[in-house]
């Protein structure tokens, strides 16, 4: 009778606990993939996409162990993952492994073209970097090498465009180099685009303020039809000059300012600014202030440039962390057109201008804030807080087309952990995955990573 008993009290427990999970299977859990992170596990706003969906997977890419790129695959359907492939097997004694460890901007980023083939772009920084292409649609297995986009470039950004063809934008050259994009219609395998780059604030004349040493970051949002890209940039400062606002020379990352947007119509190659009119290439700083100037943050810190997103009009919205009493407690800050004017909203105080951000917009016009928040380290040179953390991942919404803000819900999956750099998922052919997003976070400064995926799909 006692045994069973006790077998009842155990089989009532067991079916108990399982309850308990299933119930907590209903709401979103920030799940992890990857344990073997380095820095810029996942990159800042200038690098993208390192996730894509396609069809009934999510193909992640992230920079992991001694800064080799590895790949792996969710299954939406059962919210599984499979094994990660470490997308150098076979070739670690051709690459420079110094460099992978030591560059950050060597992390990859990936798509699938209109066949269902898997690509990957990595090792780019001045550099023309590996282009990878997947032997077999969806297989991420086998590999076949791509061709090269450009002889060197940093930052890709890789967008589905009109007619399946696909569009990479980044920088070519230096911190002082300037910005162009590339495009091909035949899957990757060749990559034209205009001989002109579409900005570089230091080119002649040089009659900008501080021109001479201008640089800029940018990033970019393609239209639901595929023939308009958005791009969005801030100014780099590139020597030493006294900030008035702090009184202090800044570092290379504090020294960041304003917020500048333009757009191309891609059929024609034409720029112009938000208000249509047309822009000469490549844009200069003198041109960038006096026709692409959207904020003058007044030597207020902006670091890697905003998160876009467009509604039914083709209308830009973007979100960035903007700096406040210091260069490093900063503000996220929700910018849109109103009345004619750029209206700024601030919605949570951050702790680090890196912080990243993530922009979304229903359809219904409500509006989401993927933030990283709370506490932070101000200033930290030391392995995964290179370049600044919080100890808080969260969804704010409006839905007054950002007049106000509220805090929604909290995706942190672990108390007392570091975590940066949200990052959205890509579709195959154009828009961002709904409910789905990526970030890493850590515990030891001098250990690794852990990719984190949340999803939040009914």
Known sequence: MERKRTRGLFLWSLNFWVLIVQCCACFAQAIPFADNGALKMFYDNRMYPQAVEYEKSVYIVWRGHKGFPYIISYDLESRRFLKPFMLLTGMEDQVDAKKYKKDHHYAPVTWVDSKGYVHVLFGCHVSAGVHLISKRPGDIRQWEDGSAVSD??????????????????????????????????????????????????????????????????????????????????????????????YNSMLTDHTQRYNLYYLKVDLPSGKAFNYNGKELASPVNKAAADRECLIWDTQERVVAVGPSIVLDENDQPY?????????????????????????????????????????????????????????????????????????????????????????????????????????????????????????????????????????????
């Open 152 to 245: 060197t470039l940093s930052y890709p950004k890789v967008h589905q465009i009109h007619d399946n063809k696909t569009l990479i934008y980044f920088r070519q050259g230096g911190h002082l180099g300037s910005w162009k994009y590339r495009i091909s219609s035949n899957s990757g395998r060749t990559w034209v685009g205009p001989n002109n780059s579409l900005v570089d604030l230091n080119t002649e004349p040089q009659d900008g303020l501080l021109a001479d040493h201008a640089g800029s970051y940018h990033t970019s949002h393609v239209s639901k039809d595929g023939r308009m890209l958005h791009v969005a940039f801030i100014w780099k400062v590139e020597e030493p000059v006294l900030n008035s606002r």
């Open 318 to 458: 973007f979100l960035l962390p903007v700096s406040d009493e210091t260069p490093y407690k900063c503000r996220f800050y929700f910018v849109r057109r109103q009345n004619d004017q750029w209206v700024k909203t601030a919605i949570a105080p951050t702790s680090h201008p890196f912080n990243a951000c993530h922009l979304h917009r229903s359809d219904d016009g409500l509006f989401k804030a993927y933030l990283v928040t709370g506490e932070g380290e101000n200033i930290s040179e030391e392995e995964m807080e290179r370049y600044g953390w919080g100890d808080r991942i969260q969804e704010w919404v409006s839905d007054d087309n950002g007049e106000n803000w509220k805090l929604s819900k909290d995706l942190t999956p672990i108390r007392g952990h570091k975590y940066q750099n949200i990052k959205f998922v890509s579709q195959s052919v154009r828009g961002i995955t709904r409910d789905i997003l990526l970030f890493y976070g850590w515990q030891d400064s001098n250990g690794d990573g852990t990719g984190f995926l949340w999803d939040n799909r009914e």
